[in-house]
């Protein structure tokens, strides 16, 4: 450029308009454009005209002159405006008549008034080629205001905001597609529109939740994954809903096509059944429904990139498997066979989440998601995110399902990208999926492209749409089917024949006739059921320790560096660790032995959660904090016997999306511990769904084996409703087929040994959740802690009898069986009592589910008075492990089972601290029966 500046394009009243400026710049930098205030920046002050007299004294001696600025202004404006808000006008829907808010005359300006401006004055890095106002005026109308639109200006970054403008603005992301490409693109269009004419012509009236009206769904999905293939990325990772869901498992997971007939061949007669099909109902396992279902494929890109590509797994509740889908990529970037915290490469694997238009900004759990996306624990470098618009939820339109103009506006909120672009125009859509990639990649952030277009049939093929929506079908009906669309534009440009065009379609049907005639004339293929084992699990798996290896690693997880400050009252409780190994360890020191135990055989471990890097109830400890630098150090990553990596982290205030994390994550991380745990039992209210239809059925429905943990607090302290109960009564009713192991435990041993055969069925088919009630003002009970020689020798228990009366089973006549806090209390008001009652035997019921019935056969035997079996709880008689524990107690014996707890209530417990001590005094009162007459046989005190 040499020695030219930017003032030489100004002259006349422009040059004064820019000098005016100038004095607002110098009074307050922050009132100027961003890009005029760099133009000050660089340059410095305009020149005054050569007399001396600056534009503004001028000015007031010519009307003339005040009415050029007042067109340099509206023209400033005009730019402005088209930069910021020509979304408005884009012609983004198939359907609507767009705004027309960048007409001219609105603006008090003509085609005559912008070409006598220079183009710097209204966009100061306009292209020397650039002459004009009205040739700035027309680039970026064609930029900003077609078939696609943009929204970049609530992003504070200002690095990537003026990357994302000038991409659009130079069209540096911006290639033209060669003709190849285009008869290419028109090919997987083809594969999808027929894909779905021939479900609808074959399988009449049957859901299948078609994506036509949105078929560039396949192509653009198809050109992330290419693009992930040319860079490396090893796995790309893609949650959607029902929605084109058959078609992206065709044309993107390479589902056989006579696999997906044979579904709907197989399915229930929908008249004789009311039923949605499920081809596993046919055969005997529970399977679930076509279009719930996700796929695994390797692809390889021309011979030499190699990716895994999965759909996953997704029930009915939609967005819920978004949160879950960022766990298996999180998991796919990480390398564990690490000591200290895995190592993440987010250049590894990225995933891709189809949402709908309706669920994006009416689930909360899509906010709940977004929100992790940049948080140290759980972000993956940045989500494609694609709004499959169809413009209607259900029935629902969208004025009636939002609060917003878009359905993409929640993103916002999050400085996502928003790219809108029309459904009916592939090649923008092309286009979209080039700048939200190259985002992904340059910023390492979550990227959104609306896909607007509609739907072309009813929510599903045996709805009617008409009945709610008469307009918009009507239009519908008559709009052309995409394919149509591009084969007409590429006709025009000479690009493709109608012969092409023609035999491109019939090699496409003739391939499902194919796979379809296949499908009928083969015999169908049996399911394999799945053999479900009914046998009580047997813990055979040594869970013990030597104890010369506990005291060393105990060293170690008590050891911090030279000159690291650990807070003084902490310290003091972290020392009483070094000699509790001589005396008794508490249920916190006894997870960091498991820990440490389970590191060093070589599994790694992962956990999550609110507070827990200390714990709720400050018990935990394992990340420390030097309270005079505020620097941080976490032993169970500096453990020299540790073969594996160990990552704690703080979860944000989400249940719902953390939980799915942390499913998503155990799914794909097959050889990892993976532990949440809920600050109360009650949160796990919150993620109630992904309980429900993932962690649950997850292996009946899908074969999709987990191994997660889940810690949920529980216990009555008298602390009032909230944070009382876990809900164990949840769990159990959800238990069925050995899908998860629950427990209710009452020793640190008894979860030292849980935890290390939970870490032992890492990576096999025994592999199972595991639902953990764990303690409160248990943690620093003495009487749940536990002696080193129960961790070196022996392993878990499914019942503990109660310590020191063993000896009452023969002559007992009342078998008492517990579980949980409430043996902690028994025992206590026993030994309060100082009671020898040789009638009463107390067994703690460790396990719930899968139900011990073997030894508490074998149990039983050894009881030959006894005359009745009491469950007591703590719950009240709805909730807790009674509805679940007494048909299988009754099974067990013909002597009576009955009940003492709380009677039938709606809320979990008292409000008062003083109405549950009298709750908790009358429980244990009734446990034990005692009365004037029996006390003193008994050898007690007797209650007043």
Sequence with gaps: MGSKTPWQDFYGPNLGYVQQLYEQYLQDRASIDQEVRSLFDRWGA??????????PEKMQQSSDDLA??????????LVQNIRINGHLAAKTNPFANEEQVFNLSKYGLSKEDLQAIPAKIV??????????AWDVMMHLRDAYIGSTAYQFMHINNVEERHWLNHMVVTGALKRILTNEEQVSLLKKLTEADEFEQFLHRTFVGQKRFSIEGLEMLVPMIDELIRQGAHDGVRHVLIGMAHR???NVLAHILGKPYEKIFSEFHHSPNKELVPSEGSIGMNYGWTGDVKYHLGADREIEEDHSARLRVTLANNPSHLEFVDSVVEGYTRAAQEDRQVAGPPQQDITKAFAILVHGDAAFPGEGIVAETLNLSRLRGYHTGGTIHIIANNQIGFTTESEDSRSTRYASDLAKGFEIPIVHVNADDPNACIQAIYLAY?????FKKDFLIDLIGYRRYGHNEMDDPNVTQPLLYAKVAKHPRIPALYIDKLLQNGIISEQAVNEMKQNVREQLNYAYEKMKNEEKEQETQVQINQDVEEFNVNTSVPAAKLTELNKEILASPEGFSVYPKLEKILQRRVDALHGS??????????????????????????DTERGTFAQRHVVLHDYRTGKSFTPLQHLSQARASFAVYNSPLSEASVLGFEYGYDVLARDTLVLWEAQFGDFANAAQVHIDTFLAPGRAKWRQNSNLVLLLPHGYEGQGAEHSNARPERFLQLSGEQNWTVANLTSAAQYFHLLRWQASRVGTEDARPLILMTPKSLLRNPRAASRLTEFSEGGFKQLLEQPGLEGNAKSAERLILCSGKIAIDLEAEWEKLQLNN?????????????????????????????????WVQEEPQNMGAWSYIEPQLRTLSQVPVRYIGRPVRSSPAEGSPEVHKAEQHRILKEAFLLTESNAVKAGGQAYE
């Design 123 to 132: 966009w100061s890095k306009a292209p020397d080629e650039f002459h004009t």
């Design 838 to 870: 040789k009638t009463i035997h107390i067994v703690r019921v460790e396990q719930l589910y899968p139900f011990p019935a073997k030894a508490l056969r074998q149990l039983i035997t050894r009881c030959k008075q006894f005359k009745e079996i009491v």
């Design 244 to 246: 084109g869901r058959l």
């Design 585 to 610: 360890i508490d249920w916190a020191h006894a997870e960091t032995l498991a820990f440490a135990t389970i590191l060093a055989d070589g599994i790694p471990i992962r956990m999550t959660g609110q």
């Design 438 to 442: 190259e985002y992904r990649k340059t």
């Design 46 to 55: 305009p020149p005054e005209y050569p007399d001396g007299e600056s534009y």
């Design 68 to 77: 050029i600025m007042k067109k340099v202004v509206a023209a400033f404006k």
